[in-house]
T-cell receptor
Framework: DVKVTQSSRYLVKRTGEKVFLECVQDMDHENMFWYRQDPGLGLRLIYFSYDVKMKEKGDIPEGYSVSREKKERFSLILESASTNQTSMYLC????????????FGPGTRLTVL | QQQVKQSPQSLIVQKGGISIINCAYENTAFDYFPWYQQFPGKGPALLIAIRPDVSEKKEGRFTISFNKSAKQFSLHIMDSQPGDSATYFCAARGNSGGFKTIFGAGTRLFVKA
């Protein structure tokens, strides 16, 4: 069974803290994605990566960075967490072909106090 | 502006009825239109997808209708069941800009028993 796992289901952090969200996939997928999900806004793409050490900005990259040192792992970093980054964060992966399905992890609900 | 507009925000349907969710897009470069289903506490999962070379795709009780000239597509759930209660996202992916998928805002469907 294909799997995308995220390091935490729930996370509570303080304003200004550096936050790491980890995502691991076991499908040998080339592409990995980070989204945030907010009510009424759907899923918005933060960053994506189509290869190891490669990254591309999505639609809302401000305040975030990413790291992909290994094919199976894609990390999202909040350099200095702010309250407006309280959200559900979803990681996804897909294989290279253009019409391939994205597989999502269960999400991390981050609260920044 | 790459945007996908989804309606309604929420939908209540009687068991056995037809659920209809509509989406509209602007970017004519989009060439892949997936629908994702998300249950509470889970990440979205691909339900059904269509490419614009066909006007309809059916998989079991789920049908996508696609109107290329109007730049609209919709999901029909026939014989809706309480187990279909979930949030549904339409999405669109283009033939440029990497592997970016643009998601609609989501529709919360509740099927009454």
């Amino acid at each position: 069974d294909v799997k995308v796992t995220q390091s935490s289901r729930y996370l509570v952090k303080r304003t200004g803290e550096k936050v790491f969200l980890e995502c691991v996939q076991d499908m040998d997928h080339e592409n990995m994605f980070w989204y945030r999900q907010d009510p009424g806004l759907g899923l918005r793409l933060i960053y994506f990566s189509y290869d190891v050490k490669m990254k591309e900005k999505g639609d809302i990259p401000e305040g975030y960075s990413v790291s992909r040192e290994k094919k199976e792992r894609f990390s999202l970093i909040l350099e200095s967490a702010s309250t407006n980054q309280t959200s559900m964060y979803l990681c996804a992966s897909s294989s290279r072909p253009r019409y391939s399905e994205q597989f999502f992890g269960p999400g991390t609900r981050l609260t920044v106090l | 502006q790459q945007q996908v507009k989804q309606s309604p925000q929420s939908l209540i349907v009687q068991k056995g009825g037809i659920s209809i969710i509509n989406c509209a897009y602007e970017n004519t470069a989009f060439d892949y239109f997936p629908w994702y289903q998300q249950f509470p506490g889970k990440g979205p999962a691909l339900l059904i997808a269509i490419r614009p070379d066909v006007s309809e795709k059916k998989e079991g009780r789920f049908t996508i209708s696609f109107n290329k000239s109007a730049k609209q597509f919709s999901l029909h759930i026939m014989d809706s069941q309480p187990g279909d209660s979930a949030t549904y996202f339409c999405a669109a992916r283009g033939n440029s800009g990497g592997f970016k998928t643009i998601f609609g805002a989501g529709t919360r469907l509740f099927v009454k028993a």
